[in-house]
């Protein structure tokens, strides 16, 4: 399955263009996007559009560009079950952000199914985070999803690890990364 990942920024390549070049199944957003940012997903008709939110975003835009808010949801398409986790650790005070306590991320990913593939803003504590920085540290729940449920993939944007320190992969899950967009093939 050819998935076109979105995360962070506006894509530096039209997705138009990017269909062009691609036999694209399924688009994945991964969080903080103004809807202008994304919005040339209003004339993808013919195929899925599953995402989360960010902890930057206004949280009204999918409903418009039709697509699946994934948050502590599943999906199926192409043999692989899709699961969702949105915005990231709560690092300021704020009532629309997209933020939860390393606590209450935990008690909400209590007993969430295996997915083949979970889709996040936030990464996994540990894993391409910043645990010295309050806004972009991971969430230990999905650590520990990562740990006991494995999922086969777990994508992720909101955090900034260079090529040094990309962590690809975690126990049995592979880590993949995503900034603006991104072209990836997953296996069944």
Known sequence: MT???LADRPPKVSIKTTFSMYPIDLIITLGDFEQQ???ELVDVTTIPKIGVY?????????????IWNMHM?????GGLTFGGFEGC????DSTTAKMYTQEEAEEMMQGFPHVDVMIAHCPPYG???DPNDNAHVGYRALRTYCETMKPKYLLHGHTYPTEQNLVKKFGET??????QEKVVELLP
């Open 3 to 5: 998935i076109l990942a």
């Open 73 to 77: 949801a599943t999906f199926e398409l």
């Open 174 to 179: 592979e880590i993949i990364y995503v900034y």
């Open 127 to 129: 894993v391409n985070d």
């Open 37 to 39: 940012d994304i919005r």
């Open 54 to 66: 960010g902890n930057h975003d206004s949280g009204l835009y999918f409903e418009s560009l039709g």
């Open 89 to 92: 650790v709560r690092y300021k």
